[in-house]
């Protein structure tokens, strides 16, 4: 059943990558794979009953439960709660900035943004993306910036490489705060890094995993963007006055900017944050437009809800919910194990681990790859091996697009091809991703006691 497991999981990813090719949807395939993967862990139950000492520790408490009980009252659920708070962190992102676009709050931003300049407009757009995704995180700086991209880019190839890299730099600037991404809130909740040296330790390597790919596209883009025709709202036809356009736009990029301090003062998940701050727009929304039906049939809060992307929401249950099945049978602690077993010194050993997480968390979610790290090893606070696992785990989803939260809020919204991204920005994110890590590794060299 390991071994099937395995090959289900490969199918099903190819399923996904190949979307355009089988022409099925890759929320479709997400979630068939997502039941089928908790489906083999159930059909091997007698075998995995032996095997994992989880359920063995659970025996103690609860002596009557079977295999089945265990697995459904304890994993799954563990895993589905973990799941749903990635989701209704996204639904709740993506409401508010569907919430800003239709009040012309994004008009606001990309009316600031003259140029038309291919290669002054990418780099102002990444420079944004990454300092954004610091104050953020590497999901809700994506789903900000694609929105605006709309709004500046009318041809839809430019359009789409300028989003590739946008999620390369959210996932460049998420990787060096200890809020830019879930990995490094993992590690900094923990208590394996602190956020001032996590900080001061890995800005310059994550810079250089977003600089190294502008200075490559440097002599490659040419020529001009074209501006979409007519206003940028026009999908939402009633009138809003200017007041209310600029406080619903302060309103939403102040609960997105809250949501880490919440989580800070709070140590509550960061969806809850995200959702109360949706609560208080969803109010004051009500109460400007109770006069104006019209207003309340497009600008309402359940009008943006019914225009959020559904099917990149049950994307994200179905792939997360399948590698919470590798986790649960032991395929990743396997995996763990391997790298750990190579024979090299230290630290060439870790830097090869950590380098080898970030390349696997483009294919496999970085989560269970650092929470298995996490496990295996007990280094004290801010041992550079946690330094340089919070930048891979965090640049490393860029390879591919499904490897990242970033990613896969992108291809949901836009509907990017996998195999684009692969030719298009793969080798940009490599680049970025293998200098970043050589810097990194120079920089402790000459400045860090290793």
């Not at 659920?77 to 012309?104: K, N, P, Q, Y």
């Amino acid at each position: 059943m390991f071994v099937l497991m395995s090959v289900v999981f490969i199918t099903g990813y190819l399923c996904i990558a190949l979307e355009h090719v089988i022409h099925v949807n890759k929320s479709a395939s997400a979630l068939l794979l997502g039941s089928l993967m908790w489906v083999c862990l159930a059909i091997d139950a007698p075998a995995l009953a032996e095997n994992l000492p989880e359920f063995r520790e659970y025996l103690q408490l609860h002596p009557d439960a079977s295999f089945l009980t265990w697995l459904t009252h304890v994993p799954m659920l563990e895993h589905l709660g973990e799941t749903a708070e990635i989701l209704f962190f996204l639904i709740g992102a993506m409401t508010i900035v569907e919430l800003m676009d239709s009040h012309r709050g994004l008009a606001i931003i990309t009316n600031k943004i003259s140029t038309t300049k291919k290669n002054l407009l990418l780099w102002i757009i990444c420079i944004i993306s990454f300092f954004m995704s610091a104050a953020l995180d590497n999901m809700t700086t994506t789903i900000v910036m694609v929105a605006l991209i709309r709004k500046i880019i009318a041809d839809r190839a430019d359009r789409l490489f300028f989003i590739g890299m946008i999620v390369l730099a959210a996932n460049s600037g998420g990787a060096w705060s200890p809020i830019g991404d879930v990995t490094t809130i993992m590690l900094w909740v923990s208590g394996k890094i602190s956020s001032v040296n996590i900080i001061t330790h890995t800005f310059v390597a994550s810079l250089a995993a977003m600089l190294a790919p502008l200075l490559a596209l440097t002599s490659r883009m040419k020529g001009n963007v074209g501006r979409p025709d007519g206003p940028t709202t026009a999908v939402y036809p009633t009138s809003i006055p200017q007041w209310q356009s600029r406080l619903i736009l302060g309103m939403g990029l102040g609960t997105l900017l809250f949501v880490p301090i919440f989580k800070t003062i709070t140590h509550l998940p960061p969806y809850a944050g995200m959702l109360g701050g949706l609560g208080l727009l969803w109010i004051l929304t009500d109460i400007m437009h109770r006069k104006y039906h019209d207003r309340q049939e497009h600008h309402s809060v359940i009008a943006m809800i019914k225009n959020i992307d559904t099917p990149s929401v049950l994307f994200f249950l179905g792939i997360l919910m399948a590698v919470g099945a590798l986790q649960t049978f032991g395929h990743l602690k396997l995996l763990s194990q391997t790298l750990d077993s190579i024979a090299l010194p230290e630290p060439e050993k870790y830097y090869f681990i950590t380098i080898a997480i970030g390349v696997l968390s483009s294919i496999v979610d970085n989560v269970p790859l650092v929470a298995g790290a996490m496990g295996m090893y007990d280094f004290p606070m801010d041992h550079y091996f946690w330094e340089f696992l919070a930048y891979t785990a965090g640049t490393g989803g860029s390879i591919l697009i499904i490897g990242s939260a970033a990613g896969v809020a992108a291809m949901g919204m836009v509907q990017i091809n996998f195999i684009w991204y692969m030719k298009k920005i793969s080798w940009l994110a490599l680049l970025g991703y293998f200098v970043g890590a050589a810097v990194y590794i120079l920089q402790r060299m000459l400045f860090f006691e290793l």
